[in-house]
């Protein structure tokens, strides 16, 4: 049972690239998210997902894009990347889906480790 | 969402119980009590959740005030691979699921 796979698990990003860090599941969950953790700091969100072809924006959603076309993918695209960006990126994913989301766990990726330089 | 509170970090031996507090003086009578863990290096981990009863599952136990303004997470006992960082965070009824980490417990392990 995968559960929540990213891809990739690290890349160097020179200032002004773009990238599509993937996240897929596997656990037909309709809830997912996208998070980063700077060094030494707790996760902050940055977008989610309800469903397949919906999505919000979450704390910290500048300089990223989002799009949700089936209910196993969600990628984050980094546009004109910025070293305010160097960080580490989780995806994670829950049931939802008309039960009770504040009573579902979240399944998280291993992450991806983003450098920009 | 409420706040909550926990100690900086804690230290443990290796094979002893481990009682992790939360305090969250303002949680409302919907918000769920969740406790992940995140290892070093890895994503965070779902540890268990809870309402108002105690829970028990194959990682821990939680335990939880009956004014339910506090909660401890208990780890029976512990082993090297129990040392990360443990976060209890509050989601409401309204919440989209978006998870609020603080700065969490850092469990040192000592064998």
């Known amino acids: 049972n995968a559960g929540v796979t990213q891809t990739p698990k690290f890349r160097i990003l020179k200032i002004g690239q773009s990238m599509t860090l993937q996240c897929t599941q596997d656990m037909n969950h309709n809830y997912m998210y996208w998070y980063r953790q700077d060094p030494g700091m707790g996760l902050k969100l940055i977008y989610y997902?309800?469903?397949?072809?919906?999505?919000d924006k979450g704390e910290v959603p500048n300089g990223y894009n989002v799009s949700r076309s089936t209910t196993e993918d969600f990628p984050l695209r980094l546009e004109l990347a910025a070293p305010s960006q160097t960080s580490v990126y989780f995806c994670?994913?829950?049931?939802?889906?008309?039960?009770?989301?504040?009573?579902?766990?979240?399944?998280f990726g291993d992450g991806t480790r983003l450098s920009i330089l | 969402d409420a706040k909550t509170t926990q100690p900086n970090s804690m230290e443990s031996n290796e094979e002893e119980p481990v009682h992790l507090p939360c305090n969250h003086s303002t949680i409302s009578g919907t918000d769920y009590i969740h406790w992940y863990r995140q290892l070093p290096s890895q994503g965070p981990e779902y540890v268990i959740h809870?309402?108002?009863s105690n829970v028990n599952n194959r990682m821990a136990s939680l335990a939880i005030a009956e004014d339910r303004k506090s909660s401890t997470l208990i780890l029976h006992r512990a082993t090297l691979r129990d040392a990360a960082v443990y976060y209890c965070?509050?989601?409401?009824?309204?919440?989209?699921?978006?998870?609020?980490f603080g700065q969490g417990t850092t469990l040192q392990v000592k064998p």
């Open positions: 965070i509050l989601l409401g009824s309204g919440n989209t699921g978006k998870l609020i």
């Open positions: 809870g309402l108002t």
């Open positions: 994670a994913s829950s049931r939802g889906g008309g039960v009770t989301l504040s009573n579902q766990p979240q399944h």
């Open positions: 997902s309800v469903g397949a072809g919906i999505t």
